[in-house]
């Protein structure tokens, strides 16, 4: 119902949406409010918000604590330039990060969002390599599906992502491997894995001394349908890499801050001094999802790579808002909420909420309907192999029915905030599972 002027009416005059074909575009929904795990729209429908607002939201909406100490903050100081300049939430932040993440990793970069912190890790390794004279070691890999965001490097190491081809032509050049991604039940998955590792070893042999790095989403690739791949394949993965030289940027843009049901997912791998990746990348939930925040994560020894009496080896990289001490208080404040007990415990009950929900539909509608579930602390997805369903009139009906789901592709998947009970999320899968039966062939 769209009264005369309203906010979708004005909207629609003047707004050009995100991964939006507005040709397309019916209605736009105007949410006015959000608390906790719900958003509200001008009529008062409520939404439980399963994606947590594109994957940012980690405790809840206009969550009081983090509002109150960006409120704080901007009595105090809202900006300073960071070069030459430094505040208290920048080297809190850090000081804060320092203590969660592997221990070699004790160099922070900051810039706005997650593509610029893809492109920053990229920059940063092609330059370590340059300031040693190796402007030979200009190849990345990155693999099939990968998503790394939209700037221009972080395309070119995603342009096997699906998101990106209008843009084939202008990318640097990457060599990407398969993807060996998983699910319950997959019996193929050691000759996928193996089949990967192999390609890269060959791939390696040949390439080594020209490669600069290897990028990739641990764990979970997200854009591309919350794709999954087992530990003992990531560490193989790196052991390998490691053993060419090669540096190892974890894009961990989505899956930072529990989001796998631990920290980072770098601490579901065994990872020693020399099996670690040499970046780490974070960015969307690091404010709780109130601002915009990013960071690139490095060593010593990269860092150790630009210091010089020349300029020329430094890193000519910075955004106007590096280090915004309101997103920086932000972060600190969501930090203390994710590294309670609480938060913690929400992330194993949510994870229970997933298993049982998703038994759930995989038994009423059977594997031939609900296929390759997988799950991973508080993620989880499965793919609507029923090809009668239309995808776009699912995601209408579950936006009806008040749940904020976005499939990618055929793939359903959830990621509350944590501050969602297994109740809510228990009642969600009901309700999908009533959708799912409107709309099966
Ligand atoms: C979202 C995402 C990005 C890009 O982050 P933006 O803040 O949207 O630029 C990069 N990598 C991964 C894994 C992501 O999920």
Known sequence: MTTPHSLSQRDRARIWHPFTQEKRVKDIIPITRGEGSYVMDEAGQQYL?????????????????????????????????????????????????SAILPKHLSRFFFSDNGSTAIEVALK????????????????????????????????????????????????????????????????????????????????????????????IEPLMQGASGMRMCRPSFMQQLIACARSFGVLVIFDEVMTGFGRTGRLFATDHLDISKDMAPDFICVSKGITGGFLPLALTVTTETIYEGFLHEEWRYAFAHGHSYTANPLACAAACASLKLTTHPDTQRAWVAIEQAHREGTHMLQNTLGPDIIGRVRILGTISAFDVLDPAVDMGHLKEAFHQAGLLLRPLGRTVYMMPPYCTTKDKIGVSYDTILQILQAHLG
């Not at 594109?54 to 960071?82: C, M, S």
């Not at 995603?158 to 990318?171: C, E, I, N, V």
Request: charge should be negative.
């Open 124 to 215: 940063m390794a092609y330059q370590y390599w340059a300031n040693q004279g190796r402007v030979d070691r200009r190849l990345f890999i990155s693999f099939e599906g990968g998503y790394h965001g939209d700037t221009f490097g972080a395309m070119s190491v995603g342009q096997q992502s699906g998101f990106h081809d209008a843009f084939q032509k202008l990318f640097f050049e990457v060599k990407t491997l398969p993807y060996p991604h998983t699910w319950d039940d997959d019996l193929d998955v050691a000759a996928k894995e193996q089949h990967t590792l192999h390609q890269l070893k060959t791939l390696l042999e040949e390439h080594h001394a020209n490669v600069a790095a290897l990028i």
């Open 49 to 97: 918000d399963l994606i947590s607002s594109w994957w940012v939201n980690l405790h809840g909406h206009a969550h009081p604590q983090i509002a109150r100490a960006i409120y704080d903050q901007a009595q105090t100081l809202e900006h300073v330039i960071f070069a030459g300049f430094t505040h208290t939430p920048a080297v809190d932040l850090c000081e804060g990060l």
